[in-house]
């Protein structure tokens, strides 16, 4: 396989997983509720798509259950800052600690089960195509599904009347309920929405990408979704980028080493992180025009 | 409102916190019964901490010490404290503290980097003894054990050697740490021993278990027509699999791993730590133990080749119990000159004998024939 055909698959089998939770953190904060926990919705996907997919032997309820909990365990920090007004930081980190805790807990027994993992649907015809072939058209369903839900998302944000709505409340709550709009439900919605998508990107590492369970499965990848949302300027699509950029990264890196090239993956690792950096300095005007002016409470305070 | 609401959210997002950070640290500290102070003990009762770095059912490194830790809790008047998912920095000096504090006066840190916290911990606790898993220096109560897992990994490369189509062999590891090196060393030096074209590819991932990156790793290797995979790593399971489907040949480490892959199963490098920890723990207590650098290897039982995959032909496994016996009886050394590093410098000069293991484990460099570089 070509240099340029290897590390773009990569790009998709290491970015899809960050580009789901990504695309969740995009619909949260749009709605003004920055949700650090990220990383522990996506364990909590991971581990319960696991578990369900280990007892029933079906990794599509598997997938189901990634988003109900994903979903569910982001609804926690709803509650605590729409309806108890608590610091939106410290009980998205709380949120962190607590789907690592509760996951580990509940995904030990698990550890050493082998699933029925979610198998790749090569398109027909398509994935034989040279280059774009194996890129594109070789994976599983969760792959597939998250392209187009990208850009449904950047539909619905920009396009849509539902989307006003969010960036309505992202803005201002005060001036949304003076609009006649129930900024606390639209907030609760978005940020279940967005945990959600955070279990789907679990439930793709552990059920499709390594058919595996170990405790912090994820090793980090929810904070790199969380800077990739401000890489992204809160546009769908750019964290649909972010996160190829991401994955390719990763995929670079370890294609460079499998050809005898010596790369520091300790650097590498450092790419999301450098990009959202260059991307502040380059791009910090645009960056504000694009913050939802609602963040800026999670800075002031709420109360 | 605007004053009372957030104020009650603070208390609720404390209670949070307080519960997530108890249940975190549940989760890492293993079972409470354990962590109970010894209450009323006879004399000779001895309180023994072992510290992990992951989690004990990982399916590799950890799994593997904890199996020693199951033995030496079948010994009378020992309790044992457990602590998982301990990371290599002070986190593990408050862990042993606490150990210390609940009467613990043998402590087990099971990681290549707990060795420096325990030093720092030791030096305060000169009546508790360290025995760390794989460290390369000593301090005055601090000693180590570790088993030459190379010897298996160079029996495990004779028969990657054999069984290779491609002559590519690809080795994903976390860290460039010597013991690492030398696993990667004497596979390559196996393969070679019964196949002249073959090369290793190393990559690595720069975390001790990250299954995501090992699957991608095996992945890419895949693509540069590398058909067995080794690996050192604490969970190797992922790696596995991701062999497997992609249609390679496996070597494991640490536990047998031949249920992930049925077809393309070789063997593993194993470990076998319970009669050394008992030992360890028996020396201990009658006084007679003496702080040094223990290795063991095949010949103790400590390291040990897992049973062969169907992969495997009969004849090779022939080969390899040949070498095997080779190795068992000191006439077969595996780093016995010359040894090239990857540019062709001579490391160990022709006809000079396998030097001891302390030096050994001060390898910093990838033999002739291994493929890629040591991040610096």
């Known amino acids: 396989m070509s240099f340029v055909t290897s590390v773009s ?70 509650f605590l800052v729409v309806t108890r007004g608590a610091n939106q930081l410290a009980s998205g980190l709380a949120l962190m600690f607590l789907g690592l805790g509760l996951t580990a807990f509940f995904g030990r027994p698990y550890v050493n089960v082998q699933i029925t993992p979610l198998r790749n649907y090569p398109v027909p015809f398509l994935s ?49 309920f003076a609009a006649g709009l129930h900024p606390a439900r639209i907030q609760y919605m978005a940020v279940s929405f967005g945990g959600a998508l955070a279990g789907l990107g679990g439930a793709q590492i552990s059920l499709a990408y390594t058919a595996t369970w170990v405790e912090n499965l994820t090793n980090g990848r929810g904070f790199i979704a969380v800077a990739l949302v401000i890489f992204a300027m809160w546009n769908p699509l750019r964290a649909m980028a972010g996160a190829l950029l991401f994955g390719g990264a990763v995929a670079l ?9 010596g790369v520091s993956p300790f650097l590498l690792d450092m790419t999301p992180y450098l990009l959202t950096i260059v991307v502040l300095l380059i791009w910090a005007q645009r960056g504000r025009d694009a913050f939802p002016a609602g963040l800026n409470k999670v800075f002031r305070g709420t109360g | 409102m605007r004053h009372i609401l957030p104020n009650r959210g603070r208390w609720l997002l404390a209670i949070a916190s307080i519960f997530a950070i108890g249940l975190f640290a549940a989760a890492c500290g293993g079972d409470d019964d354990d962590a109970a102070p010894a209450a009323g003990g006879s004399a000779s009762a001895v ?63 099971t990681s290549f980097g707990h060795l ?50 491609t002559n590519k062999l690809g080795y994903v590891v976390a860290f460039p740490i010597s013991q690492t090196l030398l696993n990667i060393n004497s596979f390559q030096l196996g393969a070679k021993s019964v196949n002249p074209a073959v090369t290793t590819t190393v990559v690595f991932t720069a975390n001790w278990c990250d299954p995501a990156k090992i699957a991608e790793s095996v992945k890419n290797l895949k693509d540069q027509g590398v058909d067995v995979l080794n ?132 390898m910093n460099y990838l033999v002739e024939g291994v493929v890629g570089k040591i991040p610096q």
């Open chain 1, 128 to 176: 034989d195509l040279p280059y774009v072939g194996p890129v594109l058209f070789d994976h599983d369903l969760l792959t597939y599904a998250v392209f187009p839900l990208a850009g449904a998302l950047w539909w619905f944000v920009f396009r849509s009347r539902w989307g006003v709505m969010l960036r309505a409340v992202g803005e201002s709550t005060e001036s949304a």
């Open chain 2, 231 to 362: 690996q050192h790593q604490d969970c190797p399971g992922a790696g596995i699999q991701a062999a497997e489907k992609a249609g390679m040949f496996s070597v494991g480490y640490h536990v047998d791993g031949a249920k992930f892959a049925p077809n393309g199963w070789l063997t593993a490098s194993t470990w076998d730590w319970t009669k050394l920890f008992v030992d360890l723990v028996n020396q201990v207590r009658a006084g007679t133990y003496k702080v040094g650098q223990i290795r063991q290897s095949m010949a103790d039982g400590t390291v040990k080749l897992a049973p062969f995959g169907k992969a495997v032909p009969k004849d090779v496994q022939d080969q390899i119990a040949a070498a095997q016996k080779k190795i068992l009886a000191g006439e077969l050394e595996i780093f016995a000159g010359p040894i090239k590093d990857q540019g062709g410098t001579e490391k160990i000069k022709a006809g000079a004998k396998q030097p001891p293991v302390t030096e050994l484990e001060t």
């Open chain 2, 116 to 165: 420096d916290p325990a030093i720092k911990v030791g030096e305060k606790n000169p009546k508790v003894t360290f025995l760390h898993q794989g460290g390369l220096k000593t301090a005055a109560n601090v000693g180590t054990y570790f088993g030459a897992s190379w010897e298996a990994n160079y029996l495990a490369g004779v028969a990657a050697g054999k069984v290779t189509k």
């Open chain 2, 47 to 109: 309180t023994i901490g072992f510290l992990y770095v992951g989690a004990v059912d990982d399916g590799g490194y950890n799994q593997a010490a904890y199996q020693g830790q199951l033995a030496v809790e079948k010994l009378p008047n020992v309790k044992v404290i457990k602590a998982e998912n301990v990371p290599e920095s002070a986190e593990a000096e408050r862990v042993m503290e606490q150990m210390i504090q609940q009467g613990a006066t043998i402590i087990f840190p």
């Open chain 1, 253 to 261: 890196q370890l294609q460079l080493q499998a050809r005898g090239v």
């Open chain 1, 9 to 78: 698959t990569g790009a998709v089998r290491a970015g899809t997983s960050v580009m789901y939770a990504s695309l969740g953190e995009v619909i949260a904060q749009r709605a003004g509720i920055i949700n650090l926990g990220v990383e522990g919705c996506m364990l909590a996907g991971a581990c319960a798509g696991y578990i369900v997919t280990a007892e029933t032997g079906s990794p599509y309820l598997g997938v189901v259950a990634a988003f109900i909990a994903g979903g569910l365990l982001a609804s926690i920090h709803a």
